[in-house]
């Protein structure tokens, strides 16, 4: 009876949804890397890029990072902790497009010759910077919101299918609302160059994470392994262990 009965407890605590505390360190080294990778690829998405046929912009192999990050977020530590991420990296993201500018608007020295080159790199763009927000804020709560449904809904199973359909949803948004506001400023003017933006844009991030789900399912594994208050959340009842 003894071994049915930890059977039977190890397959409620499969199906129940668990998350860590977000007053942990772990949580805090993430919310900065998210910040870091939002914020550069701010910096990258001012400049259209070309390959062949397909457009996209200098952001586009950092940005992905930022939603695989999001996935462990809110995989590890629900969702008010992935809001909270969301909302901060967003706060942080438009603070450093007002530093840039500041420094920009700082009268420069006589003698300093790199005016021109500081406000080809760092100019914020703001057109370019407000549909970057938008996307990030729409996409990732869509994200975080979506994997955390179904994690409530299939505990701690199907990992791998959390991750690929909060993906798809968290992405199309986020492309979407970025590309229709930014499509004009890096100079696509027409109709089909735009969808082929969109389209690819879409395809590109969501094959990145795509591809990146076993990477990410072992991140999220090792986090889960690593904070106390989530192996004390999922011990099995009836255990001391």
């Known amino acids: 009876m003894g071994d049915q009965d930890a059977s039977i407890s190890r397959r409620q605590q499969a199906s129940r949804a668990i998350f860590a505390s977000a007053g942990s360190p772990y949580f805090s080294t993430v919310l900065a890397l998210m910040a870091v990778v939002v914020i550069l690829s701010n910096v990258g998405a001012a400049k259209g890029v070309t390959f062949g046929p397909i457009v996209t912009d200098g952001g586009f192999f950092l940005f992905p990072l930022a939603y695989i990050l999001g996935d462990v977020i809110s995989e590890v530590y629900g969702f008010k902790a992935a809001r909270r991420a969301i909302i901060t990296t967003f706060a942080l993201a438009a603070f450093s497009t007002l530093c840039f ?11 300093y010759d790199g005016q021109e080159a500081l406000e080809r790199a ?54 979407l609302i970025f590309c229709s506001i930014a499509a004009t400023v890096i100079g696509i003017t027409n109709l089909p160059t735009f969808i082929n933006y969109v389209v690819v844009g879409f395809l590109y991030k ?36």
């Open 101 to 111: 500018w500041i420094m920009i608007e700082l009268p420069a020295a006589a003698w």
């Open 206 to 241: 969501t094959a990145v994470e795509v591809l990146f789900v076993p990477l990410t399912t072992l991140v999220i594994r090792w986090f889960k392994r690593r904070e106390p208050s989530y192996g004390a959340a999922n011990k099995p009842t009836g255990t001391d262990r």
């Open 122 to 175: 760092l100019g914020p763009v703001w057109l370019i910077v407000l549909a970057s927000l938008l996307g990030f804020l729409v996409g990732q709560t869509l994200n975080s919101w979506v994997l955390v449904k179904m994690k409530d809904r299939f505990g701690e199973r199907g990992l791998v299918g959390r991750l690929m359909g909060s993906t798809g949803v968290g992405e199309f948004a986020d492309t």
